[in-house]
């Protein structure tokens, strides 16, 4: 399996900018996550989905920012408009489900989109 | 939520051994994860405990403690390839929730 997929991998764009970053997860995984990492912050979570549908998006850090679903293979996080504090890297990791209360569904990660908002 | 804490940075001899030590607070468990991130490139799964004890997986083991919300990562035999950022992440016991909440990382540098 070729992993995670992220496109593209750098992206600069000015303020005010629409970004849109993608993501095919790895064939077969039902948990699809959307991850920001600064210096500042560290690794954060910003929504996940099981099954295409949006379980969680608590960390999503305001209405600019929008993330979906379409099928099983495809994901998208838009940031509309972007500000230069949007800049970070972005990551996009998937899981599958197992049973059992030793299974630990392990998240693999995409190489990430390393955005700059200027 | 959680309250993930580890050391910013560590630095070890290449061949020694270097402890990372995580402590976190949750209102519920349900599994301790350790991922190393090299410099500009993704997470990678190293290790996950969710029941008291030691896992061992070649040079690398970890351990957790679940009443004193205490993990650490050993790396033994340290080679100068070890020199990554690791991360400490915590999920929480919630049905049918796999999310998963990241400590700021242990940057470990590795010299000859």
């Known amino acids: 399996d070729a992993g995670v997929i992220q496109s593209p991998r750098h992206e600069v764009t000015e303020m005010g900018q629409e970004v849109t970053l993608r993501c095919k997860p790895i064939?077969?995984?039902?948990?699809l996550f959307w991850y920001r990492q600064t210096m500042m912050r560290g690794l954060e979570l910003l929504i996940y989905?099981?099954?295409?549908?949006?379980?969680?998006d608590s960390g999503m850090p305001e209405d600019r920012f929008s993330a979906k679903m379409p099928n099983a293979s495809f994901s998208t996080l838009k940031i509309q408009p972007s500000e230069p504090r949007d800049s970070a890297v972005y990551f996009c990791?998937?899981?599958?489900?197992?049973?059992?209360?030793?299974?630990?569904?392990?998240?693999?990660f995409g190489p990430g989109t390393r955005l700059t908002v200027l | 939520g959680q309250n993930i804490d580890q050391p910013t940075e560590m630095t070890a001899t290449e061949g020694a051994i270097v402890q990372i030590n995580c402590t976190y607070q949750t209102s519920g468990f349900n599994g301790l994860f350790w991922y190393q991130q090299h410099a500009g490139e993704a997470p990678t799964f190293l290790s996950y405990?969710?029941?008291?004890g030691l896992e061992e997986k070649g040079r690398f083991s970890s351990f957790l403690s679940r009443s004193k919300g205490y993990s650490y990562l050993l790396l033994k035999e340290l080679q100068m390839k070890d020199s990554a950022s690791y991360l400490c992440a915590v999920r929480e016991a919630r049905t049918n929730d796999y999310k998963l909440s990241f400590g700021a990382g242990t940057t470990v540098t590795v010299r000859a």
């Open positions: 405990n969710v029941l008291d």
């Open positions: 989905f099981n099954n295409n549908v949006p379980i969680d």
């Open positions: 990791a998937s899981s599958f489900r197992t049973s059992g209360f030793s299974s630990y569904n392990e998240q693999f």
């Open positions: 064939s077969g995984h039902d948990y």
